[in-house]
Structure formats: C-alpha cells, structure tokens
C-alpha cells in the first residue's frame, strides 16, 4: 500500500489567504482513459485514482473544507463490463478496509450516501464499518458516494415524504423546498460549494443534482489519476475569486 503524507506532513503548504469552500464535491473521471494512454487496462487507472483521491483527502483537510463528496460508483455504473464493475466493488471495498485506520487518525468522518438494492453487501458492510468507526470524527465529512444518482436520490425523497403524506403527518400543501432537504439521504450536510470534475468533461452526470443548485464548478484537464492536493487548492483559490450571487444581482453603475 502506498503511504501518503497526511495533513501536515507533504511538501507543500496550503497558500496564503485561501479561503475554503465548506462543501467540495468530486467527480473523480478520466481513469479509463489515463491508463488507456499508457496502454494499461482501465482498472490500473482506478487504482492511481486510489492515491489521488488520498491525497486529495488529506490536502481537503488541510484547506479545512468541512464536507468532502466523492463520485465512487454510480447507479449507472453497473451499465459498465461485469469484470470492471467487479472490480470497481471489490477495490471500494479494499479501500474502505486499508484506508480507514489512516483516515480515522487524520479526524474524518466517513459517510455512505447512495441506494442499498443491488450494492454488494460486502461493500455496504465495509461502508457501515468506517461509518462506526470514525462516527465521533469532526475535522472533515468525506461523503462516499457509492450506488448514488441525484435522481434516484430525489426520487427517494419524494417516496418517504408521500409516505408520510399518507400516513397523515405531512400535509400537501405544506411541502416546500425545504421539506425535500430534509428527506435526502444526509440532511445535515449543506448545499455543495464547489464541484470539481477532472479531466476535462464539461458534465454533472447525475452528481448531488439538488445539492449542486448555486454550486460553482470546476473542469480541470488532468484526468483523476493525476489529480493531487495542490490541484484542489488551485481550484479553490479560484473559487475564492469568483462572485457567488445566488440568483440576486447588484447594480454596479
Ligand atoms: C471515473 O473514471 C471513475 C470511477 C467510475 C471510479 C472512481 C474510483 C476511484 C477513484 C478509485 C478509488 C476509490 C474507490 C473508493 C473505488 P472513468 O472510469 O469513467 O474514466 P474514463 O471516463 O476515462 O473512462
């Protein structure tokens, strides 16, 4: 396993005057595409994305972003070969299993967002685990996103708040905005800031769609796997830079 310096610990520092976005959210793609060049089968290139997302992590923390979401496997990667998506659940899982110790010294908190059907039980077992084992942490949320779409998410939430419509605790009219928050899968977790896709894709794919309404977002070229800390700072001292107006607007005449 390779080490990698935790918060505090690399060679570089976080700039002067960065200001941290509370909530990042990832799209960790261009895998395939990276290990494709260098003619290597696809899943070498989900095993760089191993190290990158680490260092990511811990390059997160020491920026001092509050949440952290990360695209591991979405519910529309099981369209992918049966051999890739074999191994895109068995490397989650050995992730999950050889990470958390590390991940649990450096303070984060891991947490599970997606759908349970289909997923290997295994890889929810290994999710529950790191989810017991870091639950008192408070420096960092790293979000795995694992089995998750924005739409099954929201649909979701409309199945239990009609649930409760029927039950005769919820009245219809009484639905709002807020409502739908509160019936996602982590209400606690705040709006995303900032999402960052790599290598150069101009999409969302079905990513926090509710969550995403005013984020700002980022389209580096790197593809993942050569994604590190000092990339996600980049990212976030532009986002400092930029005007967030949340649909209002100001006058500057
Ligand atoms: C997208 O690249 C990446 C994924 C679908 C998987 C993300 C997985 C990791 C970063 C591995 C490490 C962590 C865990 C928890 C598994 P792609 O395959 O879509 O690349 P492409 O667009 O070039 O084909």
Redesign the pocket.
């Known amino acids: 396993m390779i080490e990698i310096p935790g918060p505090g610990e690399g060679a570089h520092r976080v700039p002067e005057g960065l200001r941290a976005p509370k909530h990042v959210a990832l799209i960790?793609?261009?895998?395939?595409?990276?290990a494709n060049a260098r003619h290597l089968p696809?899943t070498e290139?989900?095993r760089q994305?191993?190290i990158?997302?680490l260092d990511t992590v811990a390059g997160a923390l020491e920026a001092k972003v509050r949440y952290l979401s990360v695209y591991?496997?979405s519910t529309e990667?099981w369209r992918r070969s049966p051999a890739e998506v074999k191994f895109?659940m068995g490397?989650?899982r050995k992730?999950l299993r050889s990470r958390r110790d590390q991940l649990n010294e450096w303070g984060v908190r891991v947490r599970w967002s997606g759908r349970r059907p289909r997923l290997w039980k295994s890889v929810i077992s290994e999710l529950q685990e790191a989810e017991r084992l870091t639950a008192g942490n408070t420096k960092m949320d790293l979000i795995?996103c694992v089995n998750y779409g924005g739409r099954a998410e929201i649909a979701d939430a409309m199945a239990r708040v009609a649930a409760r419509v029927e039950r005769g605790e919820l009245k219809a009219r009484a639905i709002n905005e807020s409502t739908v928050s509160k019936h996602l899968y982590l209400p606690d977790v705040p709006d995303v800031d900032l999402l960052i896709r790599t290598?150069g894709e101009h999409r969302v794919s079905n990513f926090l769609l509710w969550q995403c309404a005013y984020a700002e977002m980022a389209f580096p070229k790197k593809?993942?796997p050569e994604f590190r800390r000092e990339d996600l700072w980049d990212e976030c001292l532009a986002f400092g830079r930029r005007e967030r107006r949340f649909g209002g607007a100001v006058d500057k005449a």
Do not use: C, I, K, T
Request: glycine share 16%.
């Open positions: 960790m793609d261009g895998n395939g595409r990276w696809r290139g989900h994305g191993e990158a997302l591991a496997f990667n895109l490397y989650s992730v795995m290598s593809p993942w």
